[in-house]
C-alpha cells in the first residue's frame, strides 16, 4: 500500500510562487506514472502535469512555461514548482500516483481514473 502526502499549498498573490511537495510512503515500485491533478470549486478534476520513472514530462497547456514537475527519487517526493501564479490557478491541488506502468501507451496520464493512488490535496488560492 502506497500513502502520498502533499505539502507546500498557501495563499498568494498573482505573480507569485509556491512549490508543491508529495512524499510517497509505503512499497515504491520502480516504474511508476506520477501527476498533478486540480479541482476548483464546481469544476471537474483536471490534470497539470505527469512525470514517470522514464523521464517523460508532460503539460497541460495552461501551465507550460509556468509550472515544473519534479522528483527526488532518493525521497520518494514529487515536486510542482508553480510560478507566475493567477488567480484561475486557485483549486485544491492533489498528487496522484500509479505504479507497473509509465505515463504512455495505454495510460492516459489526463485521466483521474487511471490513477490508483491519491493524496489528500493541498488548497492553493491566487488573489488577484
Request: aromatic residues 14%; contains cysteine.
Amino acid at each position: 500500500q502506497v500513502q502520498l502526502v502533499e505539502s507546500g499549498g498557501g495563499s498568494v498573490q498573482a505573480g507569485g510562487s509556491l512549490r508543491l511537495s508529495c512524499a510517497a510512503f509505503g512499497y515504491i515500485y520502480s516504474t511508476y506514472c506520477m501527476g498533478w491533478f486540480r479541482q476548483a470549486p464546481g469544476k471537474e478534476r483536471e490534470g497539470v502535469a505527469s512525470i514517470d520513472s522514464d523521464g517523460s514530462i508532460t503539460y497541460a497547456d495552461s501551465v507550460k512555461g509556468r509550472f515544473t514537475i519534479s522528483q527526488d527519487n532518493a525521497k520518494n517526493t514529487l515536486y510542482l514548482q508553480m510560478n507566475s501564479l493567477k488567480p484561475e490557478d486557485t483549486a485544491m491541488y492533489y498528487c496522484a500516483a500509479e505504479y507497473r506502468t509509465y505515463c504512455s501507451g495505454g495510460f492516459n496520464p489526463w485521466v483521474p481514473e487511471f490513477f490508483g493512488y491519491w493524496g489528500q490535496g493541498t488548497q492553493v488560492t491566487v488573489s488577484s
